[in-house]
């Protein structure tokens, strides 16, 4: 499928993520939370870019467990927890942090 926000962005999957990662840009993150109800925040932002760093350093994406502690290591107790991360991406952390941010689906989601 091709999204269309005045403009083409890239190709996404079925399941709405991207199909090249590097084709993603703030501008095309700001589409695909539209597209998901969300208008993105400073926190959110905070989130994606945490978790764009994750996959460009480990190479991987973790596990919502995994998740969850590495973002309590790096940005602290307050914004790494389960409620917190709830809030943000009600309809699933891991999986909706990384559509947004470009990256592929985890494969611990459904």
Same mark, same amino acid.
């Given at each position: 499928?091709? !999204?269309? #926000?005045?403009? #083409?962005?890239?190709?996404?999957?079925?399941?709405?993520?991207?199909?090249?990662?590097?084709?993603? /840009?703030?501008?095309?993150?700001?589409? !695909? #939370?539209?597209?998901?109800?969300?208008?993105?925040?400073?926190?959110?932002?905070?989130?994606?870019?945490?978790? &764009?760093?994750?996959?460009?350093?480990? &190479?991987?994406?973790?596990? #919502?467990?995994?998740?969850? /502690?590495?973002? &309590?290591?790096?940005?602290?107790?307050?914004?790494?927890?389960?409620?917190?991360?709830?809030?943000?991406?009600?309809?699933?952390?891991?999986?909706?942090?990384?559509?947004?941010?470009?990256?592929?689906?985890?494969?611990?989601? !459904?």
């Amino acid at each position: 499928m091709v !999204l269309t #926000a005045g403009g #083409a962005l890239p190709e996404t999957t079925a399941d709405g993520f991207l199909r090249d990662t590097g084709l993603w /840009s703030p501008a095309v993150a700001v589409e !695909l #939370a539209s597209r998901e109800g969300l208008e993105l925040s400073e926190a959110h932002w905070e989130i994606l870019l945490f978790i &764009r760093e994750y996959y460009r350093q480990y &190479r991987h994406l973790p596990n #919502a467990r995994m998740f969850v /502690s590495a973002i &309590r290591k790096q940005l602290g107790e307050t914004r790494g927890n389960s409620r917190y991360l709830q809030k943000l991406f009600p309809q699933g952390p891991l999986k909706y942090a990384c559509k947004i941010a470009g990256l592929p689906k985890p494969p611990t989601c !459904l």
